[in-house]
């Protein structure tokens, strides 16, 4: 599985961005999909993952600011992400996991500052 994250860029605090996770096939056929942060100086965490049935999951500190979804015949998952905090910045990563094999996109750059 490839993934081809984007939508990261510059946004002011209070401000909002989407980020995208494009996949190389059906994400109907990918276990789970989600996103994993990794700030300067820090362990990457979790930030929201969606199973292939539809359930969520956030990291608590992040509920009801962040959003993950999907469009399935894009095979495209998302990160919207709303009133963003410096602390928020980060490179962020998609996943997925298909198979007992987890996969990795390449990261995008969110910075979030005035």
């Known amino acids: 599985v490839q993934l081809q994250a984007s939508g990261g860029g510059l946004v002011q605090p209070g401000g909002s961005l989407r980020l995208s996770c494009a996949a190389s096939?059906?994400?109907?056929?990918?276990?789970?999909m989600g996103w994993y942060r990794q700030a300067p100086g820090k362990q990457r965490e979790l930030v929201a993952t969606?199973?292939?049935?539809?359930?969520?999951n956030y990291a608590d500190s992040l509920k009801g600011r962040f959003t993950v979804s999907r469009d399935i015949a894009k095979n495209t998952v998302y990160l919207t992400m709303n009133s963003l905090k410096p602390e928020d910045t980060a490179v962020y990563y998609c996943?997925?996991?298909?198979?007992?094999?987890?996969?990795w996109g390449q990261g995008t750059l969110v910075t979030v500052s005035s």
């Open positions: 969606i199973t292939s049935g539809g359930s969520t």
């Open positions: 996943n997925a996991i298909k198979g007992g094999v987890e996969y």
């Open positions: 096939r059906s994400i109907l056929g990918i276990f789970r």
